[in-house]
């Protein structure tokens, strides 16, 4: 059994674009370089992403990452 990793507010908004998105993940991971494994655990809350991979991530959905204040 895998265990389902916590809320994030980075996290969140990302994996929601993930999920929602209509790209397939071959092509999506082709066009930010992100390997389609690590898009699949992350889409399925199995693992979270190293920070230069979510900002790619958001990059590539029009999000931008900023500090919290």
Excluded: C, H
């Amino acid at each position: 059994m895998t265990k389902k990793r916590q809320n994030s507010p980075l996290t969140d908004p990302l994996r929601k674009a993930l999920v929602q998105s209509k790209v397939p993940l071959l092509v999506l991971s082709q066009k930010t370089g992100i390997a389609r494994a690590s898009l699949i655990r992350f889409r399925r809350g199995e693992t979270s992403l190293r920070l230069d991979v979510a900002d790619k991530l958001a990059a590539y959905f029009g999000m931008k990452l900023v500090e919290g204040r």
